[in-house]
């Protein structure tokens, strides 16, 4: 290695000739070496590593025949450094939240972790990119006690971790019971049947228990792979929009208990609202985004999922009919579809559900212009750094 006009030889093999003249030897080898910046007396910066082989050729007065192979490499040994801007965070058990940060250097990864999940962070929202902005969730289940912390790697794969300041507010989700009869099921069914297998269609209660605990599955993993292509821009602003006229008719987390001739067969969390308004209304875009899916998943029914940007995502579901497509890109309150019975409903309604990455959260944060204002807008703001165009 040749670093700051130095030398450094770290490793030398030699191979003893074999064969019948002495001209075998390997023609692969693998070599880890250890490289000690500190114990090699380096300073970190560029330098450049070289790899020389040489045969037992005769030629050269007995030297034999010489190739070099060069790499330029940076020595990196300090990890990189984080500056949080947002150091005020009001956070609530299913609820939603951003961090502000400057980095030191680029990190091919950095972000906030909510207990095991990580929520990546995104430069671009400033023309500083080393500043990055990330949006994270407070999962509803989320044990007590889990840590928070804003983290980033380099590409020397030095890491730094600091505590993501906030204040967590607890609370409780509301409990339902849901009576399942033979007639609900025979109504839902004619729509999912065929997602059924054999094997768990032996009765109705066998078939209403896969779609609700298999399906449901199935289909989240669906949801989290169409929130895989992330908009690296924030498209949004300003409160998301509420389907007009509608009242609610289930909440976000309701624990729901599903009772089927009396006996308590299954439980799921809702993990979106409810929203009822006349049957076939039309379901206007919460906010600007792109449209990253559109068509059946499963309980959900049609579904629309918008992506509008950094990791924010809204979701409509048990439309009627779907009158957008897969990258349009929509204005707030332009109407993607119209409400409907698809999927695992009852009625006609739009459950609507907001996406933090791969994390549920409470839509009503969302449709609140307070909440966006302090929890969002302000801590955007409140960096000194001009915004990138949109
Ligand atoms: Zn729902």
Redesign the pocket.
């Known amino acids: 290695m040749s670093k700051d006009g130095k030398e450094l030889l770290l490793g030398a093999v030699d191979f003893p000739a074999s064969g019948f003249l002495g001209t075998q030897g390997p023609r692969r080898e693998t070599f880890r070496i250890a490289i000690e910046p500190a114990a090699l007396g380096v300073a970190d910066g560029p330098g450049k590593l070289t790899l020389s082989v040489r045969d037992r050729s005769w030629r050269n007065w007995g030297h034999g025949n010489l190739t070099q192979v060069e790499k330029e490499v940076v020595v990196d040994t300090r990890p990189p450094v984080i500056e949080m801007f947002t150091q005020q965070n009001y956070l609530t058990l299913g609820g939603a939240g951003i961090a502000v940060y400057r980095l030191s250097e680029a990190c091919p990864v950095s972000g906030v972790r909510v207990g095991a999940t990580f929520y990546p962070g995104f430069s671009g929202y400033y023309t500083d990119r080393a500043v990055h902005i990330a949006f994270l969730a407070i999962a509803h289940d989320l044990p007590a006690g889990a840590p928070i912390t804003l983290e980033a790697t380099d590409a020397a794969g030095n890491a730094s971790r600091v505590r993501f300041p906030h204040l967590l507010r607890r609370k409780a989700f509301k409990k339902d019971r849901l009576a399942i009869s033979d007639g609900f099921i025979k109504q839902i069914l004619p729509g999912l049947q065929h997602l059924v297998p054999a094997s768990a269609s032996g009765s109705l209660k066998e078939s209403f228990l896969y779609i609700n605990r298999d399906q449901r599955r199935i289909d989240y993993d669906a949801i989290i792979a169409a929130a895989q292509a992330i908009q690296p821009a924030m498209l949004w602003q300003g409160p998301f929009t509420r389907l007009p006229n509608a009242a609610p008719r289930?909440g976000f987390a309701d624990r729901r208990s599903y009772v089927y001739e009396g006996v308590e067969i299954d439980q799921q969390d809702?993990m979106?609202?409810?929203l009822a308004s006349l049957a076939n209304s039309p379901v206007p875009a919460a906010n600007a985004g792109v449209v990253a899916a559109a068509g059946f998943i499963g309980i959900y029914g049609q579904t629309v999922i918008l992506d509008h940007g950094f990791g924010l995502f809204s979701m409509y579901?048990?439309l009627s009919q779907i009158t957008a497509k897969p990258g349009d890109r929509l204005n707030k309150d332009e109407v993607l579809g119209y409400t409907g019975t698809t999927g695992l409903?009852g009625g006609d309604?739009l459950?609507f559900s907001i996406l933090v990455h791969t994390t549920f959260v409470d839509p009503v944060e969302w449709w609140d212009p307070h909440w966006i204002r302090d929890n969002i807008t302000l801590k955007l703001n409140a960096v000194a750094a001009p915004r990138a165009g949109r």
Request: aromatic share 0%; net charge negative.
């Open positions: 289930a809702h979106g609202v409810d579901s048990h409903a309604h459950h």
